[in-house]
């Protein structure tokens, strides 16, 4: 069983920078693949970005939705058990709820952007971008 606890969300102006934060508390967090998502008010949850576990190649490989490419900066620090996202030049359109998600083993290139693939899930944190 994994828990999963993000923080770090709020208001910012558009261009602006915010810094996610999700703690993770279970057994073997570094053989976790780990992947952000957000939903907006009315539509689907979206994929942001994720890393593949860290137990086997400590530099772990990073995977990006083409809307944050050159943004956003998904890293982890298995020692602390947090996976942080580092989100810079914000657009209003990136005003979502930002939610954490977790998933035993890895994950191949095609499925990190699946959702459904993800078992364990924290509870969001808003992020509003004003214009």
């Known amino acids: 069983q994994v828990s999963l606890v993000e923080s770090g969300g709020g208001l910012v102006q558009a261009g602006g920078s915010l810094r996610l934060s999700c703690a993770a508390s279970?057994?073997?967090?570094?053989?976790?693949?780990m992947g952000w998502f957000r939903q907006a008010p009315g539509q689907d949850r979206e994929f942001v970005a994720a890393?593949?576990?860290?137990?086997?190649?400590?530099?772990?490989?990073?995977e990006y939705a083409d809307a944050v490419k050159g943004r956003f900066t998904i890293s982890r620090d298995d020692a602390k058990g947090t996976v942080d996202l580092q989100m810079n030049n914000l657009k209003p359109e990136d005003t979502a709820v930002y939610f954490c998600?977790?998933?035993?083993?890895?994950?191949?290139?095609?499925?990190?952007?699946?959702?459904?693939?993800?078992?364990?899930w924290g509870q969001g944190t808003p992020v509003t971008v004003s214009s």
């Open positions: 279970g057994r073997a967090i570094p053989s976790y693949s």
């Open positions: 998600s977790a998933r035993s083993g890895p994950l191949g290139s095609t499925q990190f952007s699946l959702p459904s693939l993800y078992p364990y």
């Open positions: 890393i593949r576990p860290s137990d086997i190649r400590p530099d772990a490989s990073t």
